[in-house]
């Protein structure tokens, strides 16, 4: 059982690059997240899936989009990366609701 | 502007001795309330959570307190341990679909042998 899986665990991009971050889960959740983390700062939510077909903006949605491929997977895409866009990255999943969220190990994007 | 706040980035503490860790939040809408621990170069797992209808919630070694009119929770973990250094961060999350998590910056928590 994987729980969370995230592809690539790193990556290097130029700005103007073309990227997108796979996350899959095996738990038979209904929500999905993206997050992203930077130095000092929390995790912030970048787009959110409730259940399969269905996508949001959350907090810092500019410069991202996704795709809820199925009910496994959620992907983020960066049409034209940029410098600021350098971040640890998080996919997480949840049953909905109160349940908790589970997250994935985070890919690493620099962005030069 | 920081709805949930975490003001101390480090703390650390003596192995047996207590961890207090604290939180602060702006948004009274904020009903759910959750402590993640993370190791470096991994995703954060859930510690702990507390609704808001509580204001005290227990699991084995950590506690979690909240105090609504002050707008305050902290997490309390008894004993430390040496495996408890981490970061811990704070999230909050109000009624509303799919539950969005707002988070604290975090409390790097190094637990002294």
């Known amino acids: 059982n994987a729980g969370v899986t995230q592809t690539p665990k790193f990556q290097v991009l130029k700005t103007g690059q073309s990227m997108t971050l796979q996350c899959a889960q095996d738990?038979?959740?209904?929500?999905m997240y993206w997050y992203r983390q930077d130095p000092g700062m929390g995790l912030r939510l970048i787009y959110y899936s409730a259940s399969e077909g269905t996508t949001d903006k959350g907090e810092v949605p500019n410069g991202y989009n996704v795709s809820r491929l199925n009910k496994r997977e959620f992907s983020l895409r960066l049409e034209s990366a940029a410098p600021s866009q350098t971040s640890v990255y998080f996919c997480a999943s949840s049953r909905g609701g109160l349940e908790t969220q589970y997250f994935g190990p985070g890919t690493r994007l620099l962005v030069l | 502007d920081q709805q949930v706040k975490q003001n101390s980035p480090s703390l650390s503490v003596q192995e047996g001795r207590i961890s207090i860790l604290n939180c602060d939040y702006t948004?009274?809408?904020?009903?759910?309330f959750l402590w993640y621990k993370k190791y470096p170069a991994e995703g954060p797992t859930f510690l702990i959570s507390?609704?808001?209808?509580?204001d005290k919630n227990e699991d084995g070694r950590f506690t979690v307190f909240l105090n609504k009119s002050a707008k305050h929770l902290s997490l309390h973990i008894v004993p430390s341990q040496p495996g408890d250094s981490a970061v811990y961060f704070c999230?909050?999350?109000?009624?509303?679909?799919?539950?969005?998590?707002?988070f604290g910056s975090g409390t790097q928590l190094t637990v002294l042998p």
């Open positions: 948004n009274s809408m904020f009903d759910y």
């Open positions: 738990m038979n959740h209904n929500s």
């Open positions: 999230a909050a999350s109000r009624s509303g679909s799919a539950r969005q998590l707002t």
């Open positions: 507390i609704s808001s209808i509580k």
